[in-house]
C-alpha cells in the first residue's frame, strides 16, 4: 500500500440542455414533456414508415446562439448523422446527432468560484434530438413514453479543465444561468434540463512520478448536489483504488462507465469502455447539410446579451454591489434588466442595490412572483433610492413607502408627503421631541449617564421613543446626535 | 381486345370528363380484371373493392353536377405497396410489417386522389424494394405477362405486370436502383425514375434514402407524363424534394427531336450483355437518329464500378431505415420474448426474408468502425466521380442511350440462389440513382421468344420533360407499346 501524498483532480463534462421550443427538432409535435404519457407524438417522432423529418430552425438558431454564448466557432456548414443503437426509449433505433461536425466548437467560458475567476475550454456544443423514457414501474413490465422523443438537445462537451468538484458545481450552476439568460432553455433540473456526466480522474505525484488513474465517466446526473457528491467520491475512490494496487493507471487499467446511486451516495461500476458500442455514425440521407450565412449568423449574434458572469462582475465593480447581492440580481434576467434600468434612471447605486435586494426582491419572494411583475415601474423604484439617499425618507420610512407603492400608482414623493413619512430635518423640533423623550424616560436617561452594562440599551431605547414620537419622520442621524449632546448635558 | 382499359390515362380522364365514359364503369372493369388475373400474375397485394367504387360513384356524381374534376378523375390506378395509403394495410411485401395501417398517406397517393385518379390497391414487390424480380415479396412472385413462367423484374414487379397486363392504364413505382426500369423492360411498358427530389418521398417506406425515387409506369410516354405532372412538385415535408416547379411534361411531348445529340457509352454495352437485347436496343438508337437526333460516342469510366458502390451505399442507408422494424411499437412481435434482446432478434428473425437480412448484414458492416473508410466512405467518393461522369457528359449531348437490363425476363426461380447474379440485372440502372439523374425504360423491341426489350435513356438533372419528349417521338414511329400480351 502506497499512499498518495499530491492528488491533482482532472475533471471534464459533458451536459446535455434541453433547448426551449415550442415545436420538437424534427416534427411538429409540442414539447411538453409532461404531458400525459404519449400524448405529445406523431408517425415522425414515433418513427413510422414512410415519415420523415424536417428541421426546426428555431432550434438550431437557438444552440448557435447558446454555442456563441460558450465562446465558439460556428460551423459555416454542418450536418445531421445517425447514431445507432437498440433501445425501446429510441423508436427509429437511431438518433438524429451531429458527429463529426458539431454546430460549435472551440470556446472558452469564465465562471467564478467564491469570487475568485476559473476559465473552462469548450470542445464541441451540437444539437440532436433526445430519446424517450423507458418506465420500469410496474411488474414484468417496462412502458414506454415518447412524448420527450425529439425534443431538442444541446450536448456540451468540456475540456477536462476543471480542478476540484467545488469548481465543478459552481461550472454547473453557472452554465444553467448562462442558458436562461439567453432564454435558449428553463434548465429546470426538477423536469431533467439538464443532465451532467462527469469524468473524472486523477493525477498523482509519488517519488517524482505521475500516476494517472483510468477515466470514470459517471453517466447521466441530473442535480447540481449529486454531480458534487459524485466528483468528491470518485476521486476519494481513485486515489484509494491506487493506493492499493499502483497498476490502477491510464494503460494499465481500462476506462469505465459509472453510474451515482444517490440513495448510498456512491458511484458503481457499469461497463468497461473496451466494450463500447459501435454506434455507425452516418450521414442522415433524409436531412440536408446546414448552411449558415453571415448574415443568419449575424442575425443570431445580435441576440447574445451580456453573460451573467460579467454582469455580475459588472454589478460588483461599477455599482459597488456585493458579490452576494449582484449574484442574486443577476440570477434573472429580466431582474437585472430592471436593475439596469434603475441605474439607468438615475438611482444611486449603493442604495438602490440595497433596496432592490432587501425591500423590492423580498416583496417579490413573499408574493412568489418575479420583481419585474409586482407592476413597481424601474423609475419609481429609482426614485425612492434616491429620496432614502438624499435623506427625504429615512430607511424605516422608505419600507413603508415601498409598501404603498405596492398598491398605489402615484410617485413615491407625492406618496411620502401624503403619508407625511417625508423626514423632518427641523433640529429645534428634533430637540423638543428628545426633551419629551428625557422628561417620560427618567430611568433609561440615568441608565445611559451611569450605568455602563446598561448604557447602550437605554441610548437605543431612548432613540426609539423620540423617533416614535416623531411619527417615524425624524431622522435617525439627528435623533442620534442630540441625544448624545443631550446626555453630556447636566 | 378492346376494352377501356386499353385507352390511355389521358383519354379515360377525357371520356370521363365529358361523360363519355362512367368513372363507375371503368373502375368496376379494372376491378373485375385484377380478379380475375390475380391467380395467373399476382400482381396485387391488397384491393379494396369497395373504396374504390365509392370514389368512382362520386366522381361520375360530381361531373353529373357540373362540379370541376380532375386531370385525372376516373382513372383507375395502382401503387406499389411500400407506399404509405390510410386504407388498408402497408406491407412493402413484408410479414413483418404486418399489420401496419398509416396514420398519413403518401404524398403521392394524395396528390392522384386528388387528381381524381383512384387507387384501386397495392402491388407486389420485393419485400422492402429490395430485389430486381419481386421473387423476394413474402407474400407471392408476381409473374410476367408475357410469360408467367418468368418474372415480372422487379422490384415494382406488381405495377409493371398490371400495366403491362392491362389491369389498369397507370401505376407508381419506386426506383432505388433500377426497380422502376427494369421491370418495366421486362413487362415491355414505359417506366421512368425522376430526378432524385423531384418528387417527394413523404409516405414511401425508405429502402436507400438517397437513391429512392418514386415514379410513374405507364404504356405510353405521354400517359408517364400525365401522371408525373400530378405527382411531381416540392413538398415541404421532404427535405430532400426539389424546391423547383415542376414543367407541363405534356406539353413537352410534341417538341421536335431533330438535333437532339444522343450519347452512346461502349461501357454499356460490355460483356454480360444478351445479344438480342444489345441488337434491339441499337435498332431503337438507330431509329431515333432517323428521326434526326445525332449520335455520338461519349465515355463513363467509372460506370463499371456502379454495382459495388450501389450495393454498399443501398444496404447501409437500409441498414439503418430497417432498424426501426423491431417488435416494439407496431408490426410484428415476437411471442413470448425471453427478454429484450430475444424481442429484437427473434422478432427481426422471423419477420425479415432472406434477401432483406442479407442487405442488413451487408450495410452494418459496411458502416461497422474500421471498415468504414474502406466500404461506406470509399462508396461515396466513387459516387461522386460516376456524377461527375455524367455532368460531363451531359456537356457534349443531351440524353444517354442504352440497355435497361442485360437481358429478358428471366424464369422465376433461376437466380433465387445466386444474389450475385441478380445484383447484375442492375447493372445499367443502378448509375442513375447514384448520380441521381432521371431515366426512362421505353420498349423497344421483342426478343424471338416474344419477350419484350426495354431501352433506357438517362437525362440530365431535370430533365425529365427531355426523357418523356424523345420517348414520346419514338412512340409516334414504333408501335412496341400497343403490343399486347397474350392473357385471359
Ligand atoms: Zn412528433
Not at chain 2, 135 to 156: H, I, K, L, M, Y
Not at chain 2, 329 to 348: F, M, N
Not at chain 2, 472 to 486: L, S
Request: net charge negative; with cysteine.
Amino acid at each position: 500500500m502506497t499512499v498518495a501524498t499530491k492528488v491533482r483532480p482532472i475533471i471534464g463534462l459533458e451536459i446535455h440542455v434541453q433547448l426551449r421550443t415550442r415545436t420538437k427538432l424534427f416534427c411538429g409535435c409540442e414539447v411538453q414533456t409532461d404531458a400525459p404519457p404519449n400524448s405529445r407524438v406523431c408517425g415522425i417522432c414515433l418513427g413510422h414508415p414512410g415519415t420523415l423529418p424536417v428541421m426546426n430552425r428555431v432550434a438550431l438558431e437557438s444552440a448557435a446562439l447558446a454555442g456563441m454564448a460558450l465562446g465558439c466557432e460556428i460551423a459555416r456548414f454542418t450536418k445531421w448523422d445517425r447514431k445507432s443503437y437498440y433501445y425501446p426509449d429510441l423508436p427509429k433505433n437511431y438518433q438524429i446527432s451531429q458527429y463529426d461536425i458539431p454546430l460549435a466548437a472551440g470556446g472558452t467560458f469564465e465562471f467564478d468560484v467564491d469570487g475568485s475567476p476559473r476559465e473552462i475550454r469548450i470542445r464541441r456544443a451540437h444539437l440532436e434530438e433526445d430519446a424517450g423514457k423507458n418506465i420500469h414501474d410496474t411488474p414484468g413490465c417496462t412502458l414506454v413514453d415518447l412524448n420527450r422523443t425529439g425534443t431538442p438537445l444541446l450536448e456540451i462537451v468540456t475540456e477536462p479543465d476543471l480542478a476540484s468538484a467545488d469548481d465543478t458545481y459552481a461550472f454547473c450552476v453557472e452554465l444553467q444561468r448562462l442558458v436562461r439568460h439567453l432564454g435558449v432553455s428553463e434548465a429546470d433540473m426538477q423536469k431533467g434540463h439538464m443532465r451532467f456526466e462527469p469524468n473524472v480522474n486523477v493525477a498523482i505525484e509519488h517519488n517524482g512520478r505521475e500516476y494517472r488513474t483510468p477515466i470514470a465517466e459517471v453517466k447521466n446526473i441530473n442535480s447540481f448536489k449529486f454531480v458534487r457528491q459524485a466528483i468528491s467520491y470518485e476521486i476519494e475512490r481513485q486515489v484509494a483504488v491506487w493506493e492499493e494496487n499502483n497498476d490502477y493507471v491510464i494503460g494499465k487499467a481500462s476506462n469505465e462507465n459509472r453510474g451515482w446511486d444517490a440513495d448510498r451516495g456512491v458511484t458503481e461500476f457499469q461497463r468497461g469502455k473496451e466494450a463500447a458500442h459501435d454506434y455507425r455514425y452516418f450521414p442522415d440521407p433524409d436531412l440536408l447539410p446546414v448552411q449558415l450565412s453571415d448574415e443568419t449568423l449575424g442575425s443570431i449574434r445580435a441576440q447574445l446579451v451580456e453573460r451573467p458572469v460579467q454582469r455580475r462582475r459588472r454589478f460588483a465593480s461599477e455599482y459597488g454591489l456585493s458579490m452576494k447581492d449582484a449574484e442574486t440580481i443577476v440570477e434573472h434576467r429580466p431582474t437585472a434588466d430592471l436593475f439596469d434600468e434603475v441605474i439607468k434612471l438615475g438611482g444611486p447605486a449603493e442604495i438602490a442595490g440595497k433596496q432592490f435586494v432587501n425591500v423590492w426582491l423580498k416583496h417579490a419572494n413573499d408574493r412568489g412572483v418575479a420583481v419585474t411583475e409586482l407592476g413597481v415601474e424601474a423609475a419609481r423604484i429609482a426614485e425612492l433610492a434616491k429620496m432614502t439617499a438624499e435623506g427625504t425618507v429615512n430607511k424605516t420610512a422608505a419600507n413603508q413607502l415601498a409598501d404603498a407603492m405596492l398598491t398605489r400608482s402615484n410617485c413615491p414623493s407625492a406618496l411620502a408627503k401624503e403619508l407625511g413619512l417625508v423626514q423632518v430635518q427641523d433640529a429645534d423640533a428634533t430637540a423638543r421631541w428628545v426633551d419629551e423623550a428625557f422628561a417620560a424616560n427618567q430611568q433609561a436617561v440615568s441608565d445611559a449617564r451611569t450605568n455602563p452594562k446598561k448604557m447602550q440599551a437605554a441610548i437605543g431605547f431612548l432613540r426609539g421613543q423620540v423617533m416614535k414620537l416623531s411619527g417615524g419622520k425624524a431622522d435617525p442621524k439627528l435623533v442620534g446626535k442630540l441625544i448624545e449632546e443631550r446626555l453630556q448635558q447636566p | 381486345m378492346t376494352t377501356p382499359l386499353d385507352i390511355p390515362v389521358a383519354e379515360i380522364a377525357a371520356g370521363v370528363r365529358i361523360g363519355k365514359l362512367s368513372a363507375l364503369d371503368i373502375v368496376s372493369l379494372a376491378l373485375a380484371r385484377v380478379e380475375s388475373l390475380q391467380p395467373q400474375l399476382r400482381a396485387f397485394i391488397s384491393v379494396d373493392a369497395d373504396r374504390a367504387m365509392n370514389l368512382a360513384r362520386k366522381i361520375d356524381e360530381q361531373r353529373a353536377a357540373g362540379r370541376e374534376i380532375g386531370a385525372l378523375a376516373g382513372v383507375p390506378v395502382a401503387v406499389k405497396d411500400n407506399m404509405c395509403t390510410t386504407f388498408g394495410a402497408t406491407t412493402c411485401g413484408s410479414k413483418i410489417l404486418a399489420p401496419f395501417h398509416a396514420q398519413e398517406a403518401a404524398h403521392v397517393v394524395d396528390q392522384l386522389e386528388s387528381a381524381g385518379a383512384i387507387v384501386i390497391g397495392k402491388t407486389n414487390l420485393d419485400e422492402f424494394a429490395m430485389g430486381s424480380s419481386t421473387e423476394n415479396s413474402a407474400f407471392f412472385t408476381t409473374a410476367n405477362p408475357w410469360d408467367v413462367s418468368r418474372v415480372a423484374g422487379g422490384s415494382s414487379g406488381g405495377s409493371t405486370a398490371a400495366v403491362a397486363a392491362r389491369l389498369i392504364p397507370g401505376a407508381l413505382g419506386s426506383d432505388t436502383g433500377g426497380s422502376i426500369r427494369e421491370p418495366a423492360s421486362f413487362c415491355g411498358i414505359v417506366g421512368l425514375k425522376p430526378t432524385y427530389g423531384r418528387v417527394s418521398r413523404y409516405g414511401l417506406v425508405a429502402y436507400g434514402s438517397s437513391l429512392d425515387q418514386i415514379g410513374p409506369i405507364a404504356r405510353t410516354a405521354r400517359d408517364a407524363a400525365l401522371l408525373l405532372s400530378v405527382i411531381a412538385g416540392h413538398d415541404p415535408r421532404d427535405s430532400t424534394s426539389a424546391n423547383e416547379p415542376a414543367p407541363d411534361y405534356v406539353a413537352a411531348l410534341d417538341r421536335p427531336i431533330r438535333g437532339l445529340r444522343i450519347g452512346v457509352s461502349e461501357e454499356y454495352f460490355g460483356a454480360g450483355l444478351n445479344h438480342e437485347v444489345q441488337a434491339t436496343v441499337r435498332a431503337a438508337i438507330a431509329a431515333i437518329e432517323s428521326q434526326g437526333a445525332t449520335v455520338l460516342p461519349i465515355h463513363l469510366p467509372h460506370m463499371k464500378y456502379g454495382i459495388a458502390c450501389y450495393y454498399l451505399i443501398a444496404t447501409a442507408e437500409a441498414s439503418s431505415n430497417l432498424a426501426r422494424f423491431d417488435g416494439v411499437h407496431y408490426g410484428h412481435r415476437t411471442p413470448r420474448p425471453a427478454d429484450i434482446i430475444d424481442l429484437y432478434s427473434s422478432t427481426r428473425g422471423e419477420g425479415f426474408g432472406a434477401e432483406v437480412k442479407r442487405r442488413i448484414m451487408l450495410g452494418t458492416f459496411a458502416l461497422s468502425s474500421g471498415y468504414y473508410d474502406a466500404y461506406y466512405l470509399k462508396a461515396l467518393k466513387v459516387r461522386t466521380l460516376i456524377k461527375s461522369d455524367f455532368e460531363s457528359a451531359f456537356r457534349d449531348v443531351d440524353v444517354i442511350a442504352s440497355p435497361v437490363a442485360p437481358t429478358i425476363a428471366f424464369p422465376i426461380g433461376e437466380k433465387s440462389d445466386d444474389p450475385l447474379a441478380m445484383y447484375l440485372a442492375d447493372i445499367y440502372t443502378v448509375s442513375a440513382n447514384l448520380a441521381g439523374i432521371p431515366a426512362i425504360s421505353i420498349p423497344c423491341g421483342f426478343d424471338a421468344s416474344g419477350l419484350p426489350v426495354g431501352m433506357q435513356l438517362m437525362g440530365n438533372y431535370f430533365a425529365e420533360d427531355r426523357l418523356l419528349n424523345i420517348a414520346h417521338q419514338y412512340q409516334q414511329v414504333t408501335d412496341w407499346h400497343n403490343h399486347m400480351p397474350a392473357l385471359g
